[in-house]
């Protein structure tokens, strides 16, 4: 069986490499996706596609609704959702991508650190799982593949 998962949240770090790295020396049956994660590509996409906006609201609003059509389809098409909330920024899409999957019903793993806890309380409540390390990740997608434990 293999595993639709798609990657969502936080973008400065390479938590993303070590899930599908991690995955593929276990030989995990999982098909990886996710947003554009170059910063300046997806804050610009709009605009460089569909014409310049002098407007910064304008600007963003091209960029935002031009990737909601990858992430939109990402998220429909996933078996699971990992969503990730980095330390540094508050990651607002991706607590809307993590109410997008939970509304669809799409099986939801959250994660990150002690800090965010109580901020993220609600959000929490609407995964199958919340983690800290993409280790955990990996241990969950060999569980449900494989039914094994981590060693």
């Known amino acids: 069986m293999t595993l639709s998962v ?3 949240g936080e973008i400065h770090t390479d938590w993303r490499d070590e899930i599908t790295t991690a995955c593929t020396e276990a030989g995990l049956d999982v098909a990886f996706s996710g947003p554009v994660t170059d910063h300046a590509a997806s804050d610009d996409c709009g605009v460089s596609i569909m014409g ?10 091209k960029g935002a609704k031009l990737n909601a059509i990858r992430t939109r389809r990402g998220i429909e098409q996933a078996d699971i959702v990992v969503v990730r909330f980095g330390e540094k920024y508050k990651q607002w899409n991706a607590a809307f991508d993590a109410g997008t999957a939970a509304a669809l019903g799409t099986s939801l793993i959250v994660m990150h650190g002690p800090e965010h806890q109580h901020a993220l309380k609600e959000v929490d409540a609407a995964a199958l799982a919340v983690v800290e390390t993409p280790q955990q990740v990996v241990q969950i997608l060999q569980y449900v593949l494989d039914g094994t434990l981590p060693t």
């Open 6 to 8: 798609y990657l969502s």
């Open 52 to 61: 310049a906006e002098p407007n910064k609201f304008w600007h963003d609003h």
